[in-house]
């Protein structure tokens, strides 16, 4: 009984050959693309805790049995958010990061060789977004940190700009309306900030530049932070960076540029996009999310700060594990024991290099616009935004629906699919401008987070889509 309870010599075969069974069928269930979820689960229907011991090929053989019950987001039918997490490379060095179990709290005796990673992926990061790159004696000299999740990154550079400008009664965090990230909102409350957001107008899911001004010159010396975004969480519509910039600068204000790029770093890979996010090096700080781009499991997240006195903001340390000159537990708040997870984004980026990235960004893309292309030329379903990134965003439309019917129709179409499990786009609320005037509907969104997409399957999506709508557009005749 004992003897299959840890890994050693003696049962290093047998190990090995579990861990090739589950290997194997989580392979044959990553590569299925019939489903993207074959079945409910009833989240009240719970085991009792388990008393007697049970041999592990069991437990192994019960959940394998049900991984059919999982989203698959490698399913060339996922057409939604987030990414499919298939790069070999990333699925490869997320098994390595478990068997490794490196800390990397401390660097001496908990992560030596970890610690070395991290610091070169981060300073990598900082060289293809243009930040400054400096000699270091401390990992408080690199300059970002990662996290595990832009919720997290967002929260450390409002905490830098917060503690770099608390003194100098300023107050105001600026964001645009409607399209923003809610860690930008939650934060402050998180963080018990004394603060009052005012919300700009947007204008084509993106900030109205006059109604900036305005907001500047009506609030000034007390604002802060400013959050803007590369890509923002509903569109993928990428800010004016440098415009937004320039017009802080015209005013002479002293404030936090900040720049949500979770998504839209990736920009940065490319020859053909990189332009989209010009000027983005002139933000205090930027936040990226590898994980919901790069094709890595999650979780994945780095915040980069400009300038390297403003990263030591939140640098914090302790005697009892984090006093040595480069604990990245020094730089991590919140986090305390620290996973390895920027291997998945070195082992990538080795793996495939930055022209190979931006290759394949620029084919996500296409796969976009294609997409698009086939909305348009629908005359059953209606595009909402310009394709950006890899976010289509449309609805099922029919003109002789009221615009509650409409909405409606939208969410059914939704539910129906979730239901069935076939297809899958993602949906929310959204402000939409249409017959010349904006009311907010449940919207659907394509996303092409798997380069193995074809247009063959994003054709059948369409039509899927379409007949969805036409069946529900019934109940309402």
């Known amino acids: 009984m004992e003897s299959e309870i840890f890994l050693k010599k003696e049962n290093a075969k047998s190990f090995k050959k579990k861990c090739e069974i589950v290997i194997q069928n989580l392979i044959n269930w990553k590569l299925d693309s019939q489903k993207v979820k074959k079945g409910d689960v009833n989240y009240k229907e719970l085991e009792g805790i388990p008393n007697n011991f049970t041999k592990l090929n069991e437990v192994i053989e019960e959940f394998v049995d049900k991984i059919e019950f999982s989203t698959n987001f490698s399913s060339f039918k996922f057409l939604g958010f987030p990414d499919a997490g298939n790069s070999q490379a990333g699925i490869i060095a997320g098994i390595i990061e478990v068997f490794l179990q490196q800390n990397l709290i401390n660097s001496s005796f908990c992560a030596p060789y970890a610690t070395k990673i991290e610091i070169e992926t981060i300073r990598w990061m900082r060289e293809i977004l243009g930040y400054e790159l400096r000699d270091y004696d401390n990992i408080s000299d690199i300059g970002g940190a990662v996290t595990n999740g832009g919720v997290l990154s967002n929260t450390y550079a409002l905490m830098a700009a917060y503690r770099k400008y608390f003194d100098k ?7 645009p309306e409607n399209i923003g990230h809610y860690s930008l909102t939650y934060a402050p409350k998180w963080l018990n900030f004394k603060y009052k957001i005012v919300y700009c107008k947007i204008k084509n899911y993106r900030y109205d530049e006059k109604e900036l001004r305005k907001i500047l010159e009506k609030y000034g010396d007390k604002i802060f932070f400013i959050g803007a975004y590369a890509g923002d969480s509903r569109t993928m519509t990428v800010d004016h960076l440098e415009n937004i910039y320039n017009i802080v600068k015209s005013k002479g204000l002293d404030l ?65 594990i984090t006093s040595e000159k480069f604990s990245i537990g020094k730089t991590t708040p919140f986090i305390g024991s620290k996973s390895f997870s920027s291997l998945k984004l070195w082992m990538l980026i080795k793996h495939l290099g930055v022209k190979k990235i931006g290759e394949l960004i620029e084919e996500r893309i296409s796969n976009a616009k294609y997409f698009a292309y086939l909305i348009d030329n629908s005359l059953k379903l209606k595009r909402l935004n310009e394709v950006e990134i890899n976010s289509v965003v449309f ?9 509650k019917e409409l909405s409606e129709i939208n969410r059914k179409i939704y539910l129906k699919m979730l239901n069935e499990g076939v297809y899958y786009f993602h949906s929310f609320k959204l402000d939409v401008l249409l017959n010349d ?9 394509f996303m092409s987070g798997n380069n193995l997409l074809t247009k063959q399957v994003m054709e059948d999506a369409i039509k899927y889509i379409e007949k969805l709508g036409d069946d529900i557009y019934e109940e309402f005749r």
């Not at 009664?169 to 964001?175: E, G, R, V």
């Not at 205090?284 to 994980?291: E, F, K, M, N």
């Not at 609805?395 to 615009?403: C, D, S």
């Open 437 to 445: 005037k904006y009311i907010n509907l449940d919207v659907l969104r």
């Open 169 to 175: 009664k300023k107050s105001i965090i600026i964001l």
């Open 256 to 320: 936090w540029l900040h720049c949500d790029a979770c998504h839209g770093f990736s920009l940065s890979f490319s020859k053909k996009y990189k332009d989209k996010i010009k000027g983005i090096e002139k933000f205090d700080s930027i936040t990226l999310d590898p994980h919901k781009v790069l094709w890595l499991p999650y979780t994945m997240s780095m915040v980069l700060f400009k300038n390297i006195s403003d990263f030591k903001l939140i640098v914090e340390e302790n005697e009892l």
């Open 395 to 403: 609805i099922y439309y029919n003109k002789n629906l009221t615009e």
